[in-house]
């Protein structure tokens, strides 16, 4: 890594070496145990009330709903003799309020006319949603809040089955057994429910993508916060996105106040890959005025309007037609860009890190012959620059040395098989 860029990430707060891993754990921790007893924490810690050791039943079909960051689908999912799930009629449309705010009628009568085909199929339907929710004791979903860019007016406090239906009563349809499920504990769901994943000592879903969030197997009489002990466990969605205990540099204060909701998931900002794009932006800008470019790369930054998180990849990868190579008016400012690129990512991959560790060693920390399995799924996971990588190269040697073990396994049963299987579980 270039000096002169280690020296600037360094001075600015934005250097992994500027977060102190043990100490951020037990900041992390602490804020999931405050958020199990219902104490304050910026880590809501939600019970899902579904029991992911359950098993759906065999030859029943459930609708699903897929409700995303960026896309809607819905299909009807049907249960077979060997527990394998098979996917019929399914749609796919841009997420409501993706392009362009409207209202909360609005959002459920558009919800409540792509499932219409499917009714008749079946009475029951898994709904996963992508935005933070609590789950109620009878499996439906209060709305606390949308984000990701998605504008919905109006829906703060609404329930998610019960208004839904409302709109199914006003098309004149009758009423659905509805159970919500973060997107997170879908993706989780769909792997165990058909099979997939077996032989761990517990069970992780991760998702890193457009936004970003963690779920976990939870004893249900470590969840204070309920008074309950029966079922013995259930998932617990840690909303993980909105955790506010890391410390931001200037960079990330400039990015959340550019956004629709300054302030709010300021986590899901310092990683995820709706904002990794914007936030080197401002990681360049910043640069560019501390002198850290020749003059011409400095104008060209200045004049960059918009980034893309696939554009840090391309610089990274040397892609031909690379915008942000293009920048640069020498080879030392591609040498400098480069390195801070490189900065960012090492930053995010440890920040992952500390909230997997955290959970992790929640989950009881794993055995050799039978580690904590992370279900992960998400494109900037996969895709990004090395990502895997950089995250294990953080968390390895910590788990290592705590005498915990974990694997990845990549999720590949679609989160439409997970909210479908939450009906049943």
């Not at 956004?259 to 899901?268: A, K, L």
Request: charged share 20%; net charge negative; proline share 4%.
């Amino acid at each position: 890594m270039s000096r002169v860029a280690k020296r600037f990430l360094r001075e600015n707060g934005m250097h992994a070496d500027s977060v102190d891993f043990d100490f951020q754990v037990r900041r992390f921790t602490a804020h999931m145990e405050a958020g199990l007893k219902g104490e304050r924490s910026s880590l809501l810690m939600l019970p899902t009330y579904v029991d992911a050791t359950a098993t759906p039943p065999r030859g029943r079909s459930a609708i699903a709903i897929d409700a995303g960051g960026t896309n809607l689908r819905v299909a009807l999912v049907r249960f077979d003799g060997a527990g394998q799930a098979e996917i019929f009629g399914q749609k796919k449309v841009p997420m409501p309020g993706s392009q362009g705010e409207i209202t909360a009628e609005a959002f459920f009568a558009e919800l409540a006319g792509h499932i219409a085909p499917l009714l008749g199929e079946s009475d029951s339907l898994g709904f996963g949603f992508s935005f933070p929710s609590e789950i109620l004791p009878n499996r439906d979903g209060r709305i606390l809040a949308f984000c990701k860019e998605v504008r919905v007016s109006g829906a703060e406090g609404m329930e998610l089955g019960c208004s839904l239906n409302r709109a199914l009563r006003d098309l004149g349809h009758g009423e659905l057994r509805i159970t919500v499920v973060n997107d997170t504990l879908a993706g989780m769901l769909g792997d165990i429910a058909t099979g997939a994943v077996c032989g761990y000592s517990n069970y992780v879903g991760l998702i890193y993508g457009t936004g970003m969030n963690i779920c976990y197997c939870e004893r249900t009489e470590n969840i204070k916060k309920l008074g309950l002990t029966a079922p013995p466990s259930m998932v617990v969605n840690t909303e993980s996105g909105i955790y506010t205990g890391f410390i931001r540099c200037d960079c990330d204060r400039a990015l959340d106040a550019s956004t629709e909701n300054p302030g709010d998931h300021q986590f899901e900002k310092m990683v995820s890959g709706a904002y990794l794009g914007p936030l080197f932006r401002e990681c360049l800008r910043l640069a560019a005025e501390q002198g850290l470019f020749d003059p011409a790369t400095a104008e060209n930054i200045r004049a960059l309007e918009s980034l893309e998180s696939f554009e840090l990849d391309r610089l990274l990868e040397n892609s031909p037609g690379s915008r942000l190579a293009s920048l640069c008016a020498t080879a030392e400012a591609a040498e400098a860009m480069k390195a801070l690129c490189e900065g960012l990512y090492d930053r995010a991959a440890k920040l992952m890190a500390v909230a997997l560790f955290a959970v992790i060693r929640k989950c009881g920390g794993g055995t050799q012959a039978a580690p904590v399995c992370i279900l992960a799924e998400g494109s900037t996971f996969y895709k990004a620059n090395r990502f895997k990588e950089r995250l294990e190269g953080f968390l390895g040697p910590k788990c290592a040395e705590a005498g915990m073990y974990y694997v990845f396994a990549k999720s590949d049963v679609p989160n439409l098989v997970g909210a479908a299987a939450a009906a049943w579980m």
